[in-house]
């Protein structure tokens, strides 16, 4: 069974840090693009940051460039986002995301495999 499992949300204040892990399991992802994507109350899910396959290569959203850094660690088939001088407007679900494919896409539809989410609040 193949799954992601995130980790690492919780509550802070405007302008701290977090950092967010997404451990993969019943199949290696160190070949495919992983990403991130969140979810605020009545919001769409929109595209954060995500990393391809092989290369490593990252890609951010406008709203988290400079502040969010992504990684990934193929040996532990892990993928992290950290996250720093967080806004109120950050408060969302993170979603972590993996395909099989190498390239990134910032569209949620081209990714085959979720975690559940992990809430991250953050309070002015």
């Known amino acids: 069974q193949v799954q992601l499992v995130e980790s690492g949300g919780g509550l802070v204040q405007a302008g701290g840090s977090l950092r967010l892990s997404c451990g993969g399991s019943g199949r290696t992802f160190s070949t495919g693009a992983m990403g991130w994507f969140r979810q605020a109350p009545g919001k769409e899910r929109e595209f954060v940051a995500a990393?391809?396959?092989?290369?490593?290569?990252?890609y951010y959203a406008d709203s988290v460039k400079g502040r969010f850094t992504i990684s990934r660690d193929n040996a532990k088939n892990t993928a992290y986002l950290q996250m720093n001088s967080l806004k109120p407007e950050d408060t969302a679900v993170y979603y972590c995301a993996a395909r099989s494919g190498s390239t990134v896409y910032t569209l949620s539809g081209r990714y085959e495999y979720w975690g559940q989410g992990t809430q991250v609040t953050v309070s002015s």
């Open positions: 990393v391809s396959g092989s290369a490593g290569n990252p």
